[in-house]
């Protein structure tokens, strides 16, 4: 881990309290995890955030310059404490550093949300060994160690835990990500159960094609033809269903794989 920025201080007996979310992969303003960050400050948790600049530098994206602080600085204007840590999360240590720094900060997280990934096209045929194994460092092991860590951590009210992990069904000619993707789905559901004891809920969305920048033109307009609502989904879809997950009302909800992809087949 790299280290973190903006931290408040901690609460005076009597100042009302706010629950602490976790999401994980908040590099860029267009993604699905910024958007989460967002939502879930606007419903009224306290929110860190991980991101990782040199995994957007091997993108064709490429890196967002001062991205985290500007939703740092969006975060705490809507009342919530936060802090940006940036996290390498190949790294098998990094999961407890990074809960010892968001406790020291900020206290004790309620909800975390897996947003994170390692995502590079190959097929069977063309994907390293090296590429295999960061992907399931990365989307597997990470997810893993970080639902490890928040199980032996978790001191919230029984009921109100919540772990919501992102995932894909993508796996022709995505081979690494769609197979990490898959052992991070059965990592998850299997939280829910071993979990459930101490009254967290466990839940995997896909998001579905979501426009993040990440399309080509081409493809933006073959996923429209192919989606019935005749759109991409936005960062926002996402975060919707994720801030519904994590409230009150949404603990009845555990152990799924919820498809949120506008009725994509």
Same mark, same amino acid.
């Given at each position: 881990?790299?280290?973190?920025?903006?931290?408040?201080?901690?609460?005076?007996?009597?100042?009302?309290?706010?629950?602490?979310?976790?999401?994980?992969?908040?590099?860029?303003?267009?993604?699905?995890?910024?958007?989460?960050?967002?939502?879930?400050?606007?419903?009224?948790?306290?929110?860190?955030?991980?991101?990782?600049?040199?995994?957007?530098?091997?993108?064709?994206?490429?890196?967002?310059?001062?991205?985290?602080?500007?939703?740092?600085?969006?975060?705490?204007?809507?009342?919530?404490?936060?802090?940006?840590?940036?996290?390498?999360?190949?790294?098998?240590?990094?999961?407890?550093?990074?809960?010892?720094?968001?406790?020291? *900060?900020?206290?004790?997280?309620? @909800?975390?949300?897996?947003?994170? #990934?390692?995502? %590079?096209?190959? =097929?069977?045929? /063309? $994907?390293?060994?090296?590429?295999?194994?960061?992907?399931?460092?990365?989307?597997?092991?990470?997810?893993?160690?970080?639902?490890?860590?928040?199980?032996?951590?978790?001191?919230?009210?029984?009921?109100?835990?919540?772990?919501?992990?992102?995932?894909?069904?993508?796996?022709?000619?995505?081979?690494?990500?769609?197979?990490?993707?898959?052992?991070?789905?059965?990592?998850?559901? *299997?939280?829910?159960?071993?979990? @459930?004891?101490?009254?967290?809920? #466990?839940?995997? %969305?896909?998001? =579905?094609?979501? /426009? $993040?920048?990440?399309?080509?033109?081409?493809?933006?307009?073959?996923?429209?033809?192919?989606?019935?609502?005749?759109?991409?989904?936005?960062?926002?879809?996402?975060?919707?269903?994720?801030?519904?997950?994590?409230?009150?009302?949404?603990?009845?909800?555990?152990?799924?794989?919820?498809?949120?992809?506008?009725?994509?087949?």
């Amino acid at each position: 881990m790299a280290g973190g920025t903006g931290a408040g201080s901690r609460r005076d007996v009597g100042e009302a309290e706010r629950p602490l979310a976790l999401v994980t992969g908040a590099g860029r303003s267009a993604g699905i995890a910024a958007s989460v960050v967002l939502e879930l400050a606007r419903t009224g948790w306290d929110v860190a955030f991980t991101y990782w600049t040199p995994y957007d530098a091997r993108m064709r994206w490429g890196v967002e310059p001062g991205a985290p602080e500007e939703l740092r600085r969006k975060v705490a204007s809507l009342g919530a404490r936060t802090l940006a840590a940036e996290a390498d999360l190949s790294d098998p240590a990094v999961p407890a550093q990074l809960f010892d720094s968001v406790e020291r *900060a900020l206290g004790n997280v309620t @909800a975390l949300v897996l947003c994170h #990934c390692e995502s %590079v096209d190959s =097929g069977l045929l /063309d $994907t390293t060994v090296e590429s295999f194994d960061l992907h399931f460092a990365v989307n597997a092991r990470a997810t893993w160690l970080l639902i490890r860590e928040y199980g032996l951590r978790f001191r919230g009210q029984h009921g109100s835990g919540r772990i919501v992990s992102l995932t894909s069904d993508h796996t022709v000619g995505n081979l690494p990500y769609g197979a990490s993707k898959g052992a991070m789905d059965r990592i998850t559901l *299997a939280a829910a159960r071993e979990l @459930a004891h101490r009254g967290v809920t #466990c839940n995997a %969305v896909n998001p =579905g094609p979501t /426009d $993040t920048g990440w399309m080509t033109e081409e493809q933006k307009a073959d996923l429209i033809r192919s989606t019935p609502l005749g759109r991409l989904g936005v960062p926002q879809d996402c975060a919707n269903l994720v801030s519904f997950l994590c409230s009150a009302e949404g603990g009845w909800i555990n152990a799924q794989l919820l498809r949120s992809n506008g009725g994509l087949e």
